[in-house]
């Protein structure tokens, strides 16, 4: 019995020993570290911080994500003019510094009112500035808005339409060059063709996207309400109206009798006709 306790008590303490040991293995493997992190560390201590490159904050993201979006801005302002030409010239004038051009224009002139609309065509970069120098122009703004349309995908969708069918293309080029059958390489030129037509299509689409993202639109229209004596001169008065409606009705009453006298032998006729038709009536009678 005294052997069997010597016995456990010497494989308990030998039990502790190893847990001992094994503990302090594992501490330090906890705090041991490689000297190529050293390194590392001491070759990150060596670069100045204004050299460190910053992580990426979520402003900068979001910011790098508007650059690459596509945009249309289109704008338009309607106002009265106190001098119509004068303000027309400040508006030719503003448009070289930053530009733009004028696209179309149109100048309506009545009795009462002159009116010019134009259409201006302005770089995305330089529109906010040139749309607010223009609403300073005039006497009174009546009208003014602005609208900002997002074409990223429209403008990714046909330059990857336009990618794909060239490559297609190319692979018809090579179909044909292997080609022996001429029906075959008739039914390929066709395709060809038909793939070309697309791809113009595409294109011309895709230019004119591209045109309207670099080039934005304003609308502008602008008018000067005349004075009342230029209706007069302009025949806005009423007793010339009535002297000028009594001539014309002389005109056409003097046209219609000489009208009139070209149909004598007609009338001629129709009287000898009468005649001869009343006098075999009463031989009959």
């Known amino acids: 019995m005294t052997h069997f306790r010597s016995v456990a008590i010497t494989t308990f303490h030998c039990f502790l020993i190893i847990l001992f040991f094994s503990c302090g293995n594992k501490d330090n493997d906890a705090f041991s570290y490689s000297g190529n992190d050293t390194s590392d560390f001491e070759e990150l201590l060596d670069i100045p911080i204004t050299e460190q490159v910053a992580p990426q904050t979520d402003g900068e993201a979001y910011s790098s994500d508007i650059e690459l979006r596509k945009f249309i801005k289109t704008g338009g302002i309607e106002f009265e003019s106190e001098d119509i030409d004068n303000d027309f010239d400040k508006i030719r004038k503003i448009l070289p510094k930053y530009n733009a051009y004028i696209e179309s224009e149109n ?89 070309r037509s697309e791809i113009d299509m595409f294109e011309s689409r895709f230019k004119l996207l591209k045109q309207q ?73």
């Open 213 to 285: 993202i670099r080039f934005s639109t304003i609308n502008i229209r602008f008018y000067e309400n005349l004075p009342a004596k230029n209706f007069d001169q302009n025949g806005g008065k009423f007793l010339p109206s009535i002297r000028t409606a009594i001539m014309d009705g002389l005109v056409l009453l003097q046209n219609f009798i000489v009208f009139l006298f070209k149909l004598w032998p007609f009338v001629l006729l129709a009287l000898v006709g009468f005649f001869f038709w009343k006098r075999i009536r009463k031989v009959k009678n």
């Open 107 to 195: 100048l309506v002139n009545n009795h009462r009112q002159k009116t010019v609309t134009i259409i201006v065509r302005v770089p995305l970069d330089a529109y906010d500035t040139i749309y607010n120098q223009l609403t300073k122009i005039g006497l009174k703004v009546d009208n003014v808005y602005s609208n900002i349309e997002d074409v990223t995908s429209r403008y990714s969708d046909l330059d990857a339409k336009i990618e794909n069918k060239k490559l297609l293309e190319v692979r018809y080029r090579e179909l044909l060059l292997k080609a022996v059958n001429i029906k075959d390489m008739l039914e390929i030129e066709r395709s060809m063709n038909d793939l």
